[in-house]
Each structure stands twice: as C-alpha cells, then as structure tokens.
C-alpha cells in the first residue's frame, strides 16, 4: 500500500508544489485546507475564502482530494487569546510560532492521522534528518533566504517523525520555475504577509479592537516629556514609524530618529531614544523561559548560535540553562551584541544546520539602560 501523506494546503505556491512533488513521489496524497479565522469573513482583510478558491484549483491540477476543515474555535482558544494576553502584559508575541505548534503540527496533525494518514506535509522550507540513533533533527531549509525552521522551533519528535518539508530542500527561485512548468494556477501569486486575521489592515486599527489601552507620556532616556503614546500594548522595542517624534532633538542634538528603547508599565511611559546603534537599543545578555528543545532536553551549556528574531544572521552566544525550560544567553565581546531584543519574541538556537529548539525571551540587558531604569541608589 502507498504511504498515505496528508498535505495542508494554504492556497499558496509552496504547498500547491509540495502536494505535486508527493503526488510525483508515490505518495497517497490528501489535500487539506485549513480555516483558521473566522471573525472577519464579511471583510477584505482575510484572504481565506480566495485561499480556499486557490487551494481548490491546485488539488484540481494536482488531481487529489481536498477537505476544507475548519480549526477557527481551536486557534482562538491556543493562539488569539495567548496572543492578546501577552500583548497586554507590554510584551510582543511571535503567534505564528505557537500556531505552528498549536495548529498546524498538533489539530491539524491529529485531524490527518484520523484520516489515516502516515505522514504530514506542509510548505515550510525546513528539513527533517533522521540520526542513526532513531530520533529526528530540525534542519535550515536550503534556501538561506526562506529558511523557516525558526518558526517550527517548538516542534517534537513525535511531530517531526510524521512530518515532510518536500520544498526544505529548494530554492525559492525553483519552487516557482516548477510551478510554471506543471501549470499551478498559483504559480505567479505573491507570497503571503503577516498573519490572515490582520491581513494588511493597519495592525494599531486591529489591535484596538481587542486590548484596553491608556495613553501616556513618551519620554527621552534622561526623563524628559517628548511625546505621547497611545498605549503601551500598540509599540514594539526597536519601532521607529508611528512615534510622532521624527523631528525633535534630544539636548540639541542631531535630527537623529528616535527608537523605542524600553516600556515602563508601572508609570506608563514608553522610552525613546535617537540613533538606531544607541547602547540602549544593544544587549548583551537575555533571558528566556518557556524553553522547547526539539530532541526532548536542553543542549548542554556552551557556544552555540542564535537567533532573537526572524530573518536575523545567526549571533555567536554562550548558552546556559537556568532549568528544563529557561536558560540565558550571553553575547559577550566580540560577540555582536543583539538590537532591541524584545521580550515576547522567541531566542532560537542553532547548531551549524540544526535548529536545537529554544523559548521565549523574558528580559534582555542593553549595554546602557535608559536612566529611568536605573536603579535608586
């Protein structure tokens, strides 16, 4: 019998390819279309009913069924709302990490085994490598630029054993040329931004819509009133757009841009300083908590590389783990320090190719903190 592989199918070009490159394989393919938003459906700003419509003519191409199966109830419950409660809290969440765990690798994943699937396929560029010893690795896509293993951090070795990246080990260049040459009807749409429930809606606009908010003071890093925030939750560590503060000098200054450097929630006040190489803006030193290390333990403490965000060079670091699920990484000289590590966002660790897993990053310290942070003496 064929190894029957279950393909989530998003509307885009890279799973339309990898459902061709199973169904080319020899793989039993199954076509899934997930529905994970459902709140915005009489808008322009979610894109999945067109998805669905592009989904329908890939499997149509590709000839393989499609089931149209609606996660919205489970991803409200797992992402939104962490999404909502971090945001809250001043801090800025990555939720297409968690929906990959949550969603597309736990409901989608149980969804395809009731089916009796095999195995699992989805378009991410990433690889999995079996070891001699049996257990799974979480590999760097090929292609440098599209490599994707950083949101797919927190996935398991039960997950990874189930799971195939068919694109992982292409270029985004012969992704397209291949969509061309089967005659994908997706083959020249653009490649998807953000997350479908804020879709290309301003995201402050989206945000109100659900966080309390109270606007305060913005001020400079010796105190000074420059501004005025219209609450802590719609601003981001390193934001540059959005502050209103573009043409002021700091002390007579240059006209320099000003950054968001820190969020002081006890007195509700967001610090911004100028320049984007400011010491504030620079740390040395994170936390994270919340660890998940894809071989089922913490690495053992010493150099590794890591990412704090997305599409970031991997950083030389030293690691320590604090427990099972914290450690700390130092970027010590000559290291390069990391710009505006933001608490919420996820510090991922490599090994060479191998993604190791990691967590979510607590509290970082910058080379020079703003003054109002500075402790009383």
Not at 124 to 140: E, F, I, M, N, W
């Amino acid at each position: 019998m064929k190894t029957r592989v279950v393909v989530g199918l998003s509307g885009g070009v890279d799973s339309a390819v990898s459902a061709w490159l199973l169904k080319q394989q020899g793989f039993e393919v199954v076509g899934i279309f997930m529905k994970n938003w459902e709140d915005d459906d009489d808008t322009g700003y979610c894109s999945s009913n067109v998805d669905f419509v592009d989904a329908a003519a890939v499997a149509d191409v590709v000839g393989i069924e499609i089931e149209h199966v609606n996660f919205a109830s489970e991803y409200k419950d797992r992402v939104f709302a962490e999404f909502l409660r971090e945001y809250q809290a001043g801090r800025t969440p990555n939720p297409d990490v968690l929906c990959n765990a949550e969603i597309k690798f736990k409901a989608f994943l149980d969804h395809a085994m009731r089916l009796g699937a095999d195995k699992i396929a989805t378009g991410h560029y990433a690889r999995v490598r079996q070891t001699p010893d049996g257990s799974h690795q979480l590999l760097k896509g090929l292609d440098p630029a599209k490599d994707q293993s950083y949101f797919l951090h927190r996935l398991n070795q039960a997950q990874l054993s189930r799971t195939l990246f068919p694109v992982g080990e292409l270029h985004k260049t012969e992704v397209r040329r291949l969509a061309l040459e089967i005659g994908l009807p997706n083959a020249k749409k653009k490649d998807s931004t953000g997350i479908c429930f804020i879709g290309e809606r301003p995201f402050r606009e989206f945000l109100n819509r659900y966080l309390s908010h109270e606007p305060g003071p913005i001020v400079d890093e010796r105190g000074r009133e420059i501004g005025r925030h219209v609450g802590l939750s719609f601003y981001t560590l390193g934001q540059r757009q959005g502050l209103g503060i573009g043409g002021l000098r700091s002390g007579g200054g240059t006209h320099a841009p000003w950054f968001v450097a820190a969020k002081d929630l006890a007195r509700n006040r967001l610090i911004a300083v100028q320049g984007h190489d400011h010491p504030a803006l620079l740390s040395r030193h994170l936390q994270a908590e919340d660890a998940s290390w894809v071989a089922g333990h913490a690495p053992a403490d010493g150099r590794l590389a890591a990412k704090t965000r997305y599409r970031q060079a991997d950083a030389p670091c030293s690691f320590h783990a604090h427990a099972a699920d914290a450690f700390q990484l130092d970027f010590s000289a000559p290291d390069p320090a990391q710009w505006a590590a933001t608490p919420g966002q996820s510090a991922v660790l490599y090994e060479g190719e191998v993604c190791l897993g990691g967590g979510v990053i607590s509290q970082a310290w910058p080379d020079a903190r703003p003054q109002v942070f500075r402790p009383k003496k």
